[in-house]
């Protein structure tokens, strides 16, 4: 039996035209560190956007699904091109200026960007990687920066302004399968060449509604969003497509990322909401002890892309500022769980809930793997990998290296569902508590070991300033933990000290029987520890190991 | 480019599966009539579901897309059959109880309904119809009521409870196409035979997310939504899906829809939402009026299905209760627009749109055609038929006569859209106020005149009970209006008094030249004005017409 309904895509055209008519005054507003943000309604970001798509298609010959990348702040002009590259058929590419320069210019060649917009005051990242860049045309520059910096680059150099000015304020939308690729994103792997997530209209589409359900993040046009995680990673979260579509306000931090200019914009601007990393809300509460501010408009915040600490949420709380866990990735739009507890608890109950991940939506299927590949039960004590599917995650990567149209990757189940990469456990109600990574737990006789749990023992010990804790090869049991400590000065707390501290908190077949004192835990670029780089050491036997 | 993005179906056995397992512990109440309302929490509703399932298709034999249908209140099985029936991949078509026997008869038949599932207390109405339905095998009762009315009837009777018990509590759901039908509602137009509209799980995934959206319904698993709008009306707004995707408790009044019981379940129960037509509304404040109770906890109303009186609003506003005026219809779902007033503004400025119908979500498109067929803008003046396009909106009805899957109707525009048959305006911002029925409204020289701002104007005077405006054909203008005037007992208006009372009102050539005076106005079985009789004793010179 037929439907009789229509058959209409979802796309990012419709958010757009919805957005700038029927939420043609709703705002962007993007801090310029001058006395006054720029401001600009839904209704002219619409009416540039539409400009750009013609700017693109007649001056740039942008076409088909063509890549345009961008090396942006978070700013009106970002979500310009946020709604017109994807509405005119283009895939837009948001560059994240984070990476090395190498990887970078791996992403833009192997994505094969035709076009790159570019703020300003990114040039003196920008210029040095053009000469890499094999198949970028033009340079699109908008905002403050020296311009001089591209004299005699290969691309043709365009002026955002100048390019969108006097272009037709209306543009024939193709009509685009909702499946089509409108967006993508690479994920910064520590090991092996980034990889390619590209959206597509139905996924981004279907992630805004999700994001706008009561559930979620559950705003709507009365409410002002300050969207601080940056629209180079993931998307910004999805919230630049999620509030065209209801008519969110946004306030656009641009550049000025530092705890004392979002502390001004948060008082000045009020905010109803905020989305940021954990450490974005460290240097601000940090900054707002030092200089009181009201922060008070912001009344919920979504945290992710690390945990974050119970005592941070609990100072928030006291600023009426309520902190809500998100858990997600590059590969799942990123939208995969969010930690509102559920009704009727106390404040006091509500803490086991909050601490967690967060529950699933349900446009998001989830099982946990143990190690043995069964799918293992909620019961909130099996620990397995935690896999996910549904229509905006990730089922594959983007362009083999022989030029297929994906690439094969360990991180897809034989029947399609992400694998995350995350150990957890899930409640019986829900909840996801991820407790390591799979490559950093500890395989040890068919049982996981989780290296986070014994580095929070560890660590809880008045005498130890750091601990990581990796995976060795075990004749008898295949792996097992191997404990590195970094003792606070002057303290004295010794192996046996340590092993009887841990054997009161642990199960006592964890227990480490491999040791070794270290003056430092080694760390990423982004300070988290690299436990590629203990493993090495202790392969190559440049660790004092002390063994019981 | 292709997406890398998973192709997960959207799929009311998603909904199900989630609701049973996230959001176990949320319940359906359901009104008994005794001391204690039956409690169901959503894991039990899933898990019977299941079993229903298994029953319908081991014992019942339902296979494919075969059409089971309901006849029943708001009550938790009726929930169960609205998970299970379309989780099996066959269709759940719901019997509106208000229609006359011989349309329930004639729709039964249309839609091939294999079983019926009905509640004890409507065995009165369903019996006698039994043998004049050719495709009905089986009855499942539900509920009390007197069994012995089906003796001897030709379908095999089942008892639900019976039925479902010790059956198995999984079943290999199948995995379906979105775009399969899922259910099936019949409009009861006033002329022609009911029109089916199926539903796709797409379409009812789609709008249950639109639901819960912060702009829409926007409710949580902390919210109880009073669901008195009935299950056999458009699925009852999309609620029994709604809720179980994200867990908002239901709170079902099954056969006890009078004001008093009403009362009491609202105060007793505390929910805080509900969704129903005027008419309950009005009913209810007559008895809160008269036995005070406490309806402050339902801070949201959803109110559709017509027009809400103003001073409705402000009673309610009173008494802590917020009414938001929804439009919709079978064919969009319902849910098309919402009334909820933009930001900023004060209880006085929120007043003209809270009258309105409110603004569309980005699903759903919206034009307005005038009389010469063009597509007229959104200046708030200009009226027009209102078309629609989106993906929970209907693009043709059900089974033709000769057997075709769709059936031929004017009520779709040649490029898909939905001609509403209502006229209206829509303003720059985009909310929509109806103004007449298409067929009412008076096309005179090519120019449309409102039937209902005559009438409005009309009944505005005080010798004036009630008054009905019609079009009636003229040779020069095509169409002018008749009005036909019901004076209050004693009442003394003429004709002069009355055109001059209609001159400082409306727009000179909108002025009515011909008039009668009735003694009431004819209503269809709901209370409505029956126009086609007006014109039909026009037409047939029953009316004593003065012409002006």
Redesign the interface.
């Given at each position: 039996?037929?439907?009789?309904?229509?058959?209409?895509p979802?796309t990012v055209t419709?958010?757009l035209?919805?957005?700038m008519?029927?939420?043609?005054?709703s705002q962007v507003t993007t801090w310029t560190g001058e006395e006054e943000p720029q401001r600009r309604t839904f209704a002219d970001v619409g009416e540039r956007a539409t400009r750009l798509a013609n700017a693109l298609r007649d001056e740039l010959g942008v076409d088909g699904?063509q890549?345009v990348a961008t090396l942006m702040w978070n700013n009106a002009e970002h979500v310009e091109a946020y709604l017109a590259i994807p509405s005119m058929g283009a895939?837009l590419h948001p560059l994240n200026l984070r990476l090395p320069p190498e990887q970078l210019v791996w992403i833009v060649n192997h994505a094969a960007d035709r076009v790159v917009i570019a703020n300003g005051s990114l040039l003196p990242l920008l210029a040095p990687l053009l000469p890499h860049l094999k198949t970028v045309e033009h340079v699109v520059v908008s905002g403050p920066g020296d311009r001089s910096l591209l004299d005699g680059c290969a691309p043709r150099v365009h002026e955002y302004e100048e390019l969108i000015a006097d272009r037709p304020t209306t543009y024939a939308w193709p009509e685009l399968d909702e499946?089509?690729?409108?967006a993508m994103c690479y994920t910064s792997g520590t090991t092996g060449d980034p990889k390619?997530?590209?959206?597509?209209h139905?996924?981004i589409y279907?992630h805004s509604?999700?994001v706008?359900?009561?559930?979620s993040m559950?705003?709507?046009?009365?409410d002002t969003t300050l969207v601080v995680v940056p629209q180079f990673h993931v998307m910004a979260w999805g919230l630049p497509h999620a509030t065209f579509?209801?008519?969110i306000n946004m306030l656009m931090p641009d550049r000025f990322l530092q705890p004392a200019p979002l502390a001004e914009m948060i008082e000045r601007e009020k905010p109803t909401h905020a989305a940021a990393v954990p450490t974005i809300w460290q240097g601000l509460l940090a900054e707002v002890t030092a200089n009181p501010r009201d922060l008070s408009s912001m009344a919920s915040v979504t945290i992710g892309g690390a945990a974050c600490p119970p005592a941070l949420m609990e100072a928030y709380d006291k600023l009426g500022v309520r902190l809500c866990h998100a858990w997600g990735m590059t590969e799942t739009s990123p939208l995969g769980t969010m930690a509102?507890p559920?009704?009727?608890l106390t404040p006091e109950e509500e803490w086991p809930y909050r601490v967690t991940q967060g529950?699933?939506?349900?446009?998001v299927?989830a099982r946990l793997i143990g190690p043995g590949g069964e799918v293992l039960p909620?019961d909130g004590e099996s620990a397995g990998e935690l896999e996910v599917?549904?229509?905006?995650?990730?089922?594959?990567?983007?362009g083999g290296a022989a030029g297929e149209?994906?690439r094969p990757d360990d991180k897809f189940s034989e029947d399609?569902w992400?694998k995350t990469g995350d150990i957890g456990v899930i409640s019986t109600?829900?909840f996801l508590t991820l407790t390591d990574r799979a490559k950093d737990v500890i395989k040890s006789g068919g049982e996981w070991i989780s290296s986070v749990e014994l580095e929070n023992a560890l660590m809880a010990h008045p005498d130890v300033a750091e601990a990581a804790v990796v995976a060795v090869p075990d004749d008898r049991w295949s792996e097992r933990p191997l404990a590195t400590v970094v003792l606070k000065e002057g303290a004295t707390a010794d192996y046996e000290e340590l092993r009887a501290f841990l054997a009161g908190k642990i199960a006592k077949w964890q227990l480490p029987e491999r040791w070794a004192m270290i003056p430092a835990v080694p760390k990423t670029s982004v300070g988290k520890f690299d436990k590629k780089v203990i493993r090495k050491q202790y392969a190559d036997g440049e660790l004092d190991v002390t063994k019981f």
């Open positions: 039996m037929l439907s009789t309904m229509q058959d209409v979802l419709r958010i035209k919805h957005g008519t029927i939420h043609g005054r699904d890549r895939v499946r089509s690729a409108a390619g997530v590209v959206y597509s139905r996924s279907l509604m999700q706008n359900m009561a559930e559950g705003l709507n046009d009365k579509m209801t008519g509102h559920p009704a009727g529950r699933f939506p349900a446009g299927e909620w599917r549904g229509p905006w995650i990730a089922g594959a990567y983007y149209d994906f399609g992400l109600d829900g």
